[in-house]
């Protein structure tokens, strides 16, 4: 080790005043720059994580405020002296349209794309219409999870059937769903 350093003062010895200052000023530079960069990545990491975090308050923002103006409006049904929304109803021919844009209503709020609503014929049983739609849905798990959260807490009865939920291959984090919801119409 000795003779390694040695031979470094040696070199520094022959270089010229102007090369010592040069070589120590760039010493200086790279060294300070290397200090700047350690923190700043650091700074920038956080920062992201940062951002993440409000977007994700601001999704849970929205929601709630969906949610409070939904109750809002709950209440004030009730305050009326309408059905309670948690007594389960049959639809009307009108009830058919509103059902509609509640699902499409819902999976706007939360993120859910509708890429195709296909509507089946109706089936006529005994004191009731089934009256069925294909719904081909694209979101992210957690939300389409959300999305069959909120069809179950609609006013009107909804059954979901024959969910296929896939990978899309266009995008890692997105997925595919194809589901049957169905309502009851009263005759």
């Known amino acids: 080790m000795d003779g ?3 031979k470094i003062l040696e070199y520094w ?3 010229t005043k102007r ?3 040069i070589a120590t000023v760039t010493f200086l530079v790279a060294l300070s720059w290397l200090i700047y960069q350690f923190p700043y990545t650091l700074q920038v990491s ?3 994580s940062l951002k993440a975090r409000v977007a994700s308050s601001e999704r849970e923002i ?3 405020t969906a949610q409070i103006t939904d109750l809002r409006g709950r209440s004030a049904e009730i305050k009326a002296g309408g059905k309670a929304s948690a007594a389960r109803e049959l639809v009307d021919q009108k009830g058919v349209v509103l059902f509609l844009q509640d699902v499409t209503g819902e999976a706007r709020r939360l993120g859910v794309s509708l890429v195709s609503i296909h509507p089946s014929q109706e089936i006529d049983k005994d004191g009731y219409k089934e009256i069925s739609m294909s719904l081909d849905l694209k979101a992210r798990y957690r ?3 959300e999305y069959f ?4 807490g609609l006013s009107h009865v909804v059954n979901v059937r024959k969910i296929r939920v896939a990978s899309c291959p ?3 984090s997105v997925c595919s769903a194809q589901l049957e919801a169905v309502t009851y119409m009263a005759k």
Do not use: F, G, I
């Open 13 to 15: 010895r022959k270089l």
């Open 46 to 48: 956080w920062a992201q």
């Open 143 to 145: 939300e389409l999870a």
């Open 19 to 21: 090369e010592r200052v």
């Open 4 to 6: 390694k350093q040695a």
């Open 170 to 172: 266009d995008s890692s």
């Open 149 to 152: 959260r909120r069809l179950e």
């Open 62 to 64: 929205l929601d709630l």
